[in-house]
């Protein structure tokens, strides 16, 4: 049974950071990807930002030049560095896990979700 264990949420000042990392067990596949989503109130999931096995990265617009998501393949975890952040990042983030099969069809596996709360 996959499992992804999120961690590093919490409150942070605007033009604070945060690191949020997820560790992800139970993989008996080969991942394709890995990301973060978020969720504020009010408003359907979005991508913040993923990253291929091959090391690939995608941004939401929002995210570019202020978060760095990495991972390591060896370990299943994925972290997501968050620097210069806004109240408008105020979400419930979520890690991400997928695979496709040889079809091409998409899997999804999802963490529980960590809050992050910027606010002064």
């Known amino acids: 049974q996959v499992q992804l264990v999120e961690s590093g949420g919490g409150l942070v000042q605007p033009g604070g950071s945060l690191r949020l990392s997820c560790a992800a067990s139970?993989?008996?596949?080969?991942?394709?990807?890995m990301g973060w989503y978020r969720q504020a109130p009010g408003k359907q999931r979005e991508l913040v930002a993923s990253?291929?096995?091959?090391?690939?990265?995608d941004y939401a617009d929002s995210a570019k030049g202020r978060f760095t998501i990495s991972r390591d393949n060896a370990k299943n975890t994925v972290t997501l560095q968050m620097n210069s952040l806004k109240p408008e990042d105020t979400a419930v983030y979520y890690c991400?896990?997928?695979?496709?099969?040889?079809?091409?069809?998409?899997?999804?596996?999802w963490g529980q979700g960590t809050q992050v709360t910027v606010s002064s």
């Open positions: 991400n896990v997928f695979r496709r099969d040889r079809l091409y069809r998409r899997s999804d596996y």
């Open positions: 139970g993989i008996t596949f080969s991942i394709n990807g």
């Open positions: 990253i291929t096995s091959g090391g690939s990265t």
